[in-house]
């Protein structure tokens, strides 16, 4: 076993160091009617696009959640400052559908940039780049270019559509209009309360002429609508391109929303957007440089570009921001915070991209005063995460659903995220400072939460785990092991760092029931029948908990649960089957279920996945997780341990040549030894 620090794994970029029939970087689509959106994200700002290249389906900001009292919060999704329209004299608007001919619309991964082209009407061909800014992350741009086809006259206009909120009190009133700035930067601008009242939103946009800016006319064709139109005739063969850029923020952010969202989009502007766009491009060439390449397999590789392209682009460094289970391109389950962040992305990102799993941390740390709150004021000592978090720590959970109440196992997802950072990147200092305040309140929680039953052991009641198919449940298997791995994490931190142990947490540990039925296999819950369960649950203990480590054992529950598992539950679970059966040497089976962990769930035509496969809501970044841990911490041999970052036993399918981890600053390479062999 070969010990190797996460900053001891440099890897080169390899992009372009295999031939490719296939392109891995870029993903096509010439089909309109089967249309799911590609998504577009910087951390702050997360694109939902349309197939017109012109405007945008929908628009998340980061940050900010919004909801009536008493209604479901949603992150906030309703301002959408780029909504260009066409229309060209004597033929009327342009109506995306049967005029439309020769589409094609490309997201180049490695630019994180929308590509759309296409004619309309055999009068115009029509080019759209667009853009949610990495080096401006309050920003978006789109760059437009017109081509005549015959003598026309078009009339180009940009309209921004806001909700009503005059019966909304609030200190913020709704505001919008159109500004000069001294060097004629023409801006449209918007301020408006969220639904709550209690803050704000607000965005402008500008347009960039590459020459001489057109006579722009500005008008307000509702109470709570605005537009800026201009004119361009053009020659047959004639081009005309035109640009604009979008900016996006709100109270949360910042507390000077109006004036910074002009100055979002002003910024540089004399620079034009193409400075932008090269901007954009070198930050992106830096996170890739963080990377997995696979040598033999161009569908699994470019579906790993589209995994990695979907974590980066739902996250920036030093905002102290997690990621939803879509990321930001949906505000599927209201985009809060769930346990998806800490066991199913955070895992890869800790190894792949450290920063970013040092945001998903400080995202927990900032709401901690609020979760102590939610500990006492449910009758417990410590620290107690929501089921699904805003900002501030709350309860986001709808109160019809039980699992705000029972499902609990997230506090020890985050207390293991919070000690598996220190193993990784060995930072005693962040572990005396941030760290070792959740992980002793995480375990001061569990061991408030179990109960000293007439067996003398300790249990712990009335609980949901992953399975969330079976409620209020008793000694679940998972939640058990999890808040067993809290308090000897607890103790190993207290220990290493000179404090003193609280005396309870050692007796927990020992003590604390995980059931096993009399056939031999881990029971999932006290009284469990075999019945079907949505994910898995009792196979988490051997990984990532390692609170399971003997093989035979290993493969008991891997041969009663892996059946029992809907197939038409979450892709996640599969996952952890892969990496089981990866570390036990099967690399047949490990393949098998790499491949079920994300392909079923696949949607054209970006490819990107969804939770299960029957549904449409992508790009769900948990299952991406999910899949790019069975390439680091399965094939790849990579386990977190009390050593750091170590190497064991990695295994390669027959299909693939090699598989490259590229991370920080080293780079970790498995070879297929057969494969090696066989070309000998």
């Not at 001891?8 to 392109?23: D, G, H, M, R, V």
């Not at 992150?75 to 033929?91: E, F």
């Not at 004036?259 to 060439?285: M, V």
Request: aromatic fraction near 12%; proline fraction near 4%; include cysteine.
């Amino acid at each position: 076993m070969k010990r190797i620090s996460l900053f001891a794994i440099y890897i080169t970029l390899q992009i372009n160091c295999f031939s490719t029939s296939l392109p891995v970087w870029s993903v096509t689509t010439t089909d309109t009617s089967n249309y799911n959106h590609c998504f577009l994200g910087n951390g702050i700002v997360g694109i939902r696009t349309h197939k017109s290249g012109l405007k945008t389906n929908e628009i998340y900001i980061n940050g900010l959640y919004d909801a009536v009292p008493g209604g479901y919060p949603t992150l906030t999704n309703y301002y959408k400052p780029m909504d260009i329209a066409l229309s060209i004299k004597g033929s009327g608007d342009l109506i995306f559908g049967k005029e439309v001919t020769n589409w094609e619309q490309t997201i180049n991964l490695k630019e994180a940039i929308l590509y759309t082209n296409y004619t309309y009407a055999n009068k115009i061909k029509i080019s759209c780049k667009m853009a949610a800014l990495r080096n401006n992350p309050q920003g978006a741009t789109n760059t437009i270019q017109i081509e005549a086809l015959e003598n026309l006259e078009l009339t180009i206009s940009n309209q921004i559509n806001l909700p009503d909120r005059s019966k909304v009190t609030t200190s913020y009133k709704t505001l919008m209009g159109y500004k000069k700035f001294q060097d004629k930067i023409p801006v449209m601008y918007s301020l408006l309360p969220n639904l709550s009242g209690e803050g704000c939103i607000s965005g402008a946009n500008a347009y960039h002429f590459p020459g001489t800016i057109p006579e722009l006319t500005y008008t307000t064709p509702t109470a709570n609508s605005q537009k800026i139109s201009f004119n361009i005739v053009l020659k047959k063969g004639e081009k005309y391109s035109f640009g604009l850029v979008a900016s996006f923020t709100h109270n949360g952010l910042t507390g000077d929303p109006f004036n910074d969202a002009l100055r979002a989009c002003a910024r540089e502007y004399h620079h034009g957007i193409d400075y932008f766009l090269q901007g954009h491009i070198s930050k992106w060439e830096e996170l890739w440089k963080n990377n997995i390449v696979i040598k033999g397999d161009e569908l699994a590789q470019r579906d790993i570009n589209v995994a990695l392209y979907s974590l980066y682009s739902s996250i920036i460094e030093g905002m102290d921001f997690s990621i939803p289970p879509c990321g930001l391109s949906s505000d599927a389950w209201g985009a809060h915070i769930f346990w998806d962040s800490e066991l199913w992305m955070y895992p890869a990102l800790l190894v792949m991209q450290p920063k970013f799993a040092e945001s998903m941390l400080k995202f927990r740390y900032n709401t901690r005063e609020q979760c102590r709150k939610r500990a006492l004021l449910n009758g417990y000592k410590g620290i107690m995460f929501p089921w699904e978090s805003d900002m501030e720590g709350n309860e986001l959970c709808t109160v019809n659903y039980k699992i705000d109440m029972n499902e609990h196992h997230v506090t020890a997802d985050v207390g293991i995220a919070f000690w598996n950072y220190y193993l990784v990147t060995r930072d005693k200092e962040w572990l005396k400072n941030t760290g070792y305040e959740i992980i002793r309140d995480v375990a001061d929680f569990w061991a408030s939460r179990t109960v000293k039953g007439k067996d003398g052991k300790f249990h712990i009641l009335t609980v949901i785990g992953p399975d969330e198919y079976h409620e209020d449940v008793d000694d679940n298997a998972f939640t058990n092991g999890a808040a067993k791995q809290c308090l000897l994490n607890a103790i190993k931190a207290a220990t290493l760092l000179g404090e003193k142990p609280n005396t309870t947490w050692q007796n927990v540990a020992d003590n604390i029931v995980i059931l096993k039925a009399p056939e031999g296999h881990t029971l999932q819950y006290q009284g469990y029948k075999g019945e079907v369960i949505k994910q898995a649950d009792v196979n988490l203990l051997s990984y990532p908990l390692n609170v399971i480590n003997e093989k035979s054992q290993i493969i008991k529950d891997l041969n009663y649960y892996e059946p029992k598992i809907d197939p038409l539950g979450p892709a996640m679970g599969y996952s952890v089957l892969s990496i089981l059966y990866s570390r036990l040497g099967n690399v047949d089976k490990g393949y098998e279920f790499f491949n079920k962990s994300y392909k079923d769930n696949l949607k054209t035509p970006f490819f990107f996945m969804s939770e299960i496969p029957n549904n449409t809501n992508t790009t769900f970044c948990t299952g991406y997780g999910g899949m790019l841990q069975t390439l680091i911490y399965g094939f790849g041999g990579l386990n977190i341990t009390d050593n750091g970052l170590v190497q064991q036993n990695q295994i390669l399918p027959t299909q693939w040549k090699s598989l490259t981890i590229n991370t920080a600053r080293k780079r970790y390479k498995v070879a297929n030894k057969e494969l090696s062999i066989k070309a000998k």
